[in-house]
């Protein structure tokens, strides 16, 4: 029975010689790329949200493919859910004619372009200059696992072992941490302060129109429109 | 089981790979296709009984057991209709996206301790992280739609989904600090044992603050009272206005498996996972009480208490729907932000400072350590076996730990 099933499947077999890890690493690196320059070639502003997801999402996936599943479900929550506010706010944009489609002058493609070609100089000089990205074969990985970056964030080193550093204990990224966290609480605090309400004390019509005495004719007309307007507009 | 057919049958290894991936995707979208059929007739059996009515009765002989089914095969024959002003890419990618995301979340499900489908060592994380995809589609669908139901439909979800996942968020954390771990299947294992070591009844706060997470969870899914984006008195039927056919159930498919999921991840992160209420197996003898040895019909087990109780809690979710009135979106809004986030947060503080004090719990002795797995780790043990150095290629690094049940 094993040999009729080895048999069955012996077509099968140029498919062994793939190197799966390399053709998903493709792929991935492919619906990044492409998706990246879709993002700069559309005029639609919803689905240049949709291909930067698509973009992001990719990058996700080769994380996951590298095995380092924490910057990949990073990768998820921040920048794709990220882009998702981004969507909403192209939502609301072109409910505006004007803005349906966004064209880029000639001129600002030039200058995106020398930009992003001298990034992409910096990036491709600096990957390569990664000594052990140069040797033939392939690099070894271990399993990776979120703990020892978890509990670096608390204070305490469990990789000291791994890196050799036995004789010194590395410190933890505690201060760091504290420190970003109190300052996107600021952020926050700072966001809530500026988006709130503002809120004045308008008297009510009523009081509005008892506290005239006499009412100058010009003068009552006009402050009768304010608080009708304020009591139109809903404010309190 | 890829271990399995390799050494039993003699197949390659890659062969054996595949075809457990396989098994595995195509199981998951059972799950969910399956679930979603059987979840539609319950939802409406239990609308008409809380109605008084009967509702469906012919379809199948009795109880009407065959109306989704029947139902399915009138979506598949409508006409797949697109409004004229529709943006075309968008509008027929829309449902895709919603489906995907509510499938992709199920890879990290674990329904009982080797049956996961990729066991993620941020397994909590990934699972909330894809679940907030979902949005994506029901934006997509109400921009591209055309129509002003369908956008005021897709701009409450957006408003309600990016709200709710920071008390979800911060509700999801609990239980991550109790286990010591991310990991979903590490998680459920600490809560083996009696009833008593569930994470719900592991202190008053965690018991309060399940019934914030399952709030968040509805608010999430986008169930009633929290159904704001399909509005049906309002705004026709919100973001789906304008589909039929079988995009429109793509829509219904991913609502019920986001149901079943987001009530899978309460069972695993409060209700102890695939553990009974009663440690059945160990007290039978047929397991010595660690999963790694236990046999084959323990973990079937293990499955079905985990789909039962993430049964319960979609029913719960129905019962919910069919008796509360829906709320406004002002009123979702403060609900989120002014009681379950302060709620949550206050519920945080609190097992914080009970893992501080009583980590034993009020009766001595009574349940395992918590924080085992930190110990573990600075002792340089680890609770799992870290790093088999796997070098690149040999097998896919994303079905490197596709696990089925192995022998």
Redesign the interface.
Known sequence: M?EC??AA?TW?LP??AI????L?FLLFAAIACGAAIMVVLTD?V??MA?HL?LSLGATAGLF????S??V???Q??IY??GT??L??FG??L??QTQLVSLRTPAADRVLAGILAAALFAVLVQSAVSVEAWRRPG???????????LG?ALVG?R?DG?AAGHESRPLSGYLLPFEIVSVHLLVVLIGAAYLARAKRRRTPRAVELVASVDPPPPVQARSEAGESASVLVGGGR | MAEFLIETIGLPSWLAWTAVAAVAAFLILNVIAGGALVFIWAERKIAARIQDRLGPTRTGGRFGWLQSLADGIKLLAKEDLMPDGADGMLFRLAPYVSFCASFCAFIALPFAFDVVGLRLNVGVFFVVAVLGLEVFGVILAGYASASKWSLFGAMREAAQVVSYEVPLGMCVVVPVMLAGSMDLVTIAEKQAGWLTNWYIFHDPFTFVIFWVYYTCAVASVNRAPFDLAEAESELVAGFHTEYSGLRWSFFFMAEYGSMFLVSALAAVLFLGGWNGPVPIASLLGWSDGSSLSAPYAVRLLGCANLMGKATAGVLVMMWIRWTLPRLRIDQVMTTCLKYCTPIAALMFAGVMLWQLFLPGGLIPGSRHQAAAVREAWLEGRGDRVPSTNVPLGVVPATSRQVVGVSQ
């Open positions: 094993t099933l080895l499947t099968l498919f062994a190197d799966w890890h390399g998903f639609n919803v689905r949709l997801v996951f493919l590298a095995g599943e924490f990949g479900a990073m998820l929550m794709v859910g998702l506010v969507l909403v939502v609301m072109t409910a392939r690099a070894e990985v271990s399993a990776p696992t979120a703990t020892p509990m305490v469990v072992d």
